[in-house]
């Protein structure tokens, strides 16, 4: 079983800077790609940002040149550094990641998501 655990989303002005963080435990022998996701009232689910093993990045253009997205690969934790946040920001972020088990090979797994609110 692989559990995610996200922490660090919260409440924050317009102008602000936030950093979530999700660690993957468990049964999990790799990990492939991690990445953020977000889902507003009303829209989709979305992807915020992505990062390969290899450090490669993508974003979306919506928060290009504000958030970042790494990774420390030993202890199977994602970050998204997110500054100069903006009220249209303001969602439900889910951690995703790829991860191989034992017993599943590899599959898609999420975290149970973290309100991040930014208020004008």
């Known amino acids: 079983q692989v559990q995610l655990v996200e922490s660090g989303g919260g409440l924050v002005q317009a102008g602000g800077s936030l950093r979530l963080s999700c660690a993957a435990s468990?049964?999990?022998?790799?990990?492939?790609?991690m990445g953020w996701y977000r889902q507003a009232p009303g829209n989709q689910r979305e992807l915020v940002a992505s990062?390969?093993?290899?450090?490669?990045?993508n974003y979306a253009d919506s928060v290009k040149d504000r958030f970042t997205i790494s990774r420390d690969n030993a202890k199977n934790i994602v970050h998204l550094q997110m500054n100069s946040l903006k009220t249209e920001d303001t969602a439900v972020y889910y951690c995703?990641?790829?991860?191989?088990?034992?017993?599943?090979?590899?599959?898609?797994?999420w975290g149970q998501g973290t309100q991040v609110t930014v208020s004008s």
């Open positions: 468990g049964s999990i022998l790799g990990v492939g790609l």
């Open positions: 990062v390969e093993n290899s450090g490669n990045t």
């Open positions: 995703h990641i790829r991860g191989f088990t034992y017993e599943s090979g590899w599959s898609p797994y």
